[in-house]
């Protein structure tokens, strides 16, 4: 099982930052019995590996480096290796720069290193649809408008993606996404049939859909936080200080 995890964005909503935004600081963990700084991406790391993934590829800027210096002073109980990005063409072309890798692999989780969002388990709880090629974890917001919101029918089964809408009909979002190999692998044919015109990921999934396959979706989130934004930033920072002792990784 491989982990794709997108980290190629420039942050704009967030900046001007000293580093990446995918090592902004947000909560805590315990070394040696010492309390220390917890980068943002590490809670998408850490459930990818609950889940079974066995190597993590990131898709980073080339400029990106801080990343690959954090990761690599840490031990981790996968695989952690890097793709690159040259130019920024949006989240399908940097996902699908791991397709080389992600080929070899049964399974693969795709999630967005600057969210934090709960239950820890819901990888395995989406695994668990393990007859639906493609499932989206789904998440409840408050204003779904800057995420991609999902309807639904009452099966499950994903009727439309709505990618960045106005009073979306839905109030329940995209966060995380499980694929078949061969699925994953079939997204990335059906985005270069578009010319990969598709960048964000929710507008080659209707496209997907509308080609007669069938996409899952499984209402398995409780609690979702972008902290790509400064709000966001500050809403999870609060969210894990209330709930330190639930949270807080060992």
Known sequence: MIGIIPAAGAGARIQPLGCSKELLPVGSRMVEGVERPKAVSEYLVERMIAAGADQICMVISAEKTDIVRYYAERDYAAEIFYAVQQQPRGLCDALFRAD???????????????????????????????????????????????????????????????????????????????????????????????????????????????????????????????????????????????????FRAA
């Open 100 to 246: 080389p890798f992600a080929c070899r692999h049964n399974q693969v989780l795709i999630g967005l290193p600057d969210t934090i969002w709960f239950p820890e388990n819901a990888y395995l709880q989406a695994l668990e649809f393990s007859n639906a090629a493609c499932n989206l974890m789904l998440f409840p917001v408050d204003d779904p408008q800057p995420f991609d919101a999902v309807v639904c029918d009452e099966l499950g089964h994903v009727q439309e993606v709505l990618v960045k809408k106005k009073n979306a009909s839905s109030h329940w979002i995209w966060g995380a996404v499980t694929t078949q190999g061969d699925t994953f692998r079939q997204l990335r044919l059906l985005w270069e049939s578009r010319h990969r015109s598709d960048q964000y990921l929710g507008d080659l999934l209707n496209a997907f859909i509308a080609a007669g396959n069938t996409v899952r979706g499984t209402f398995c989130g409780e609690t979702y936080m972008d902290v790509g934004t400064l709000e966001g930033y500050r809403h999870a920072q609060d969210f894990l200080r209330a709930h330190t002792g639930a």
